[in-house]
């Protein structure tokens, strides 16, 4: 139900250009703007990029089926039917343009914060007596530069923390 | 015809959840047949 809320509302974005008459910079920044608001929530909800983007090709299909029932239903010009495809379909790839950087973007925060995460728990600073730690080297796994710089700014930041005067490093 | 494209936002509006369930219908049938 969640997901369908979700692609209701992202339908509504084509509506309300139409309805409203956005010109074409209004219309892409409300398309942009969705992609920054829906990305936490697609990774969120483990929707894998490629999967969410399989999504563009039925947009354009059932709106256009809607709209074409419309169309023929109401006699309107061919005017406005090239018209709204002119509108419609560069906001479809703009929308999947703007979801992926989007999607992107959220992805590789989430593994830096992991990266983070992981660096804290494979280097531990272990107090071992009051003014006393030992500080374990990491020796599985290649050590790049960011690895290999954390031991020298963690074993810092520890030693104030944690006040002690001396550090046994584990080699 | 700007009144044209203004009705398509209308009715576009009016089955937003009608074309929600097709989309997600189709999605589900296509992982279903993957």
């Known amino acids: 139900m969640e997901l369908i809320n979700i692609r209701a509302h992202f339908i509504i974005l084509f509506g309300e250009v139409l309805r409203d008459y956005l010109n074409e910079e209004r219309a892409l920044q409300k398309f942009t703007q969705w992609g920054k608001e829906t990305e936490e929530m697609f990774c969120n909800l483990k929707v894998p990029l490629d999967e969410a983007l399989k999504d563009t090709k039925d947009y354009r299909t059932f709106l256009w089926k809607i709209l074409k029932e419309v169309i023929k239903g109401n006699n309107l010009s061919i005017d406005t039917v090239f018209e709204v495809g002119e509108i419609i379909d560069p906001l479809l790839d703009h929308a999947a343009y703007s979801f992926s950087l989007s999607y992107v973007h959220f992805y590789q925060l989430t593994l830096e914060r992991a990266q983070s995460a992981f660096l804290e728990l494979s280097i531990p600073v272990v107090p071992l007596a009051k003014g006393m730690a030992i500080f374990s080297l990491p020796r599985i796994g290649n050590i790049d530069t960011e690895r290999a710089n954390y031991p020298m700014e963690e074993a810092l930041k520890s030693a104030n923390r944690l006040q002690f005067q001396r550090l046994i490093v584990d080699l | ?34």
């Open chain 2, 1 to 34: 015809m700007k009144d044209e494209i203004g009705f398509l936002g209308d009715k576009i509006l009016e089955y937003r959840f009608e074309i929600a369930n097709e989309v997600h219908e189709n999605r589900i049938d296509d992982i279903t047949e993957e």
